[in-house]
């Protein structure tokens, strides 16, 4: 099996050691509902408003890790007098694409349940809401973007046509300077120096691939004088740092050599130097590059294509790195996607007309999402602890919701829910299955949203989107500035705001440990960092970024919402680690075989971190189970 080199979706606690003895019973399996108010429902149950630690909340979590650490779950369970003919774990883009695709295949009167451990729906796909003197701002909670959806499945595009999703609106709706969607807009490096954060003018990206006035911008930068001689050179392109190997020697080293290998030792720079190129390394590997060949780093925007002579033109060809590529967004991220399949399963969870044109600011009465009456009903804070054949063909599901243990009966069960923990749910896989399921690790990743009175200070910078390669947070930019959906985004520097955040955990790396061991590290560090001190970490950080430029923290601020993804992006193989299977061989698809009435559907049994991959695969899983 060829490995893809990709670029994921852009850009998707309790401490570890602390042990399950230290939660009473209660606590264990107790998930609490939340009530907020909303300026529109007050005193309305709506997460997408809540602020504070979100993603992997309180709640979402431990009733799982219970089972998964120490097997520890419920002895009795209540039998509910439901009986579904499809239930499914989960209720992210996967899940609920399963619900679509089976509802389209078995009858709008088919009877499903979706059962989800977070209190609202979406995955990894979550909204962020603010609301400020009657207007609504959007961030993003997970899932960024859709990423070239020119080559999605027929499957997949066929669904986002059954949503109403118009792509080429939504090119045409973002603006233009919006630097996710558009490299060649403003966009800086930042890093400390002795008096405060150095930022870079021009376009770093750039300035990284050639282009530009290079010398000014590098020796504008706190680095000693030999260091940036260095970086001048490497980066001008006119030196091949590979030139004392053959073409095929060539080929081989950048498949199988580390990025920071080649810099610190074809390119002679210092690690610490090095640092400053992986920023967006990390946010798509969620390593530095000491853990990707040199190969996957070029694939993200890193410099070196200019400076390794002939092999550049193979690395083009196999690489495809000058294609027409798309990122297109929402304004909410990709929790648009789930609330559109929302809509079309549950159309009682709005009022009136809710479509394409208007979903960005569409209201969502979450009590209608599990009445009797739905055809489809879907269960949040809602953690499923066990799903097995039964003796009469049917299949029980037994769930965890607010401390009552549940069980209900279906026909068929998909699993969309996270790959790692199914063994457990299901003991009765065969072991090779199990094995499969179990060699990848998720990467773990944090985002934040914060919502300002104002974006003067940072319209000050003159770029809208920030590398912070050195500070906890990898990358600062805004929130998407589109129209889709009905969204107004800010329109001048006085209109409130929102920042959006990411970075994923800051491990040490040595070198020696594999993607999937600093993975796990990462994860502990997310579980076991408290919220208030993410909060002083972001505010560290903005202020250090931009204090000059007349920001406060302490008063420019208006909420933080803090994403955790502990197990985040799906894991995709690496060119240092992982062998070359051979078809039907690779770990995923061993792990994503169907278990009688049982199959999966996650992007993770896909190996693919990506919307399409968890669309595709819940399509698959149907098929399986309707056959």
Known sequence: MSKQITRRDFCNGIAIGTGISLLSPMDLFGQNAFTIQNPEQPFAYYPPTLTGMRGSHKGSFEVAHALAWTGEKPSKYEKLDEEYDLVIVGAGISGLATAWFYQKKMGSDARILLLDNHDDFGGHAKRNEFHQDGRLLLGIGGSVNLDNPQDYSEISRNLLNDLGVDLDSMAANIDDNYPLSNPSANNALAIPGPDGHVITKG??????????DIKSTIESLPLAESEQQKLIQFLGGKHDYLEDLSLREKYNYIQSTSYSEFLTKKVGIDEDTAAIFYSMIRLIFCVDGKNVS????????APGLQSVGSVAKIMLKLGNFLDTSESLYFPDGNSTVPRLLVKKLIPAVTAGRTDFENISTSYFNYKMLDRNDNAVRLRLNSTVV????????SVEVDY??????????????ILACYNSIIPYLCPELPDAQKEGIRYAEKAPLVLANIHLNDGIAFSKIGASLISCPMDPFDLITVAPPTITGGHQPPQTPNDPMVLFLLGIPKVKSTGSETSRELFKIGRQIIYSTSFENYEAQIRDQLQAVLGDYGFNHETDIKAITLNRWPHGYAYEYMALYDPEWKEGQAPHEIGRAQFGKISIANSDSEAYAYVNAAIDSAWRAVEEQTS
Do not use: P, Y
């Open 386 to 393: 066990g799903a097995r054949e039964n003796g009469d063909g």
């Open 294 to 301: 040199f190969f996957e780093a070029i694939s993200t925007g």
């Open 203 to 212: 376009n770093w990206l750039d300035t990284m691939q050639g282009v530009g």
């Open 400 to 413: 965890v919701k607010n401390g009552d243990a549940m069980r209900v009966k279906g026909n068929h069960c």
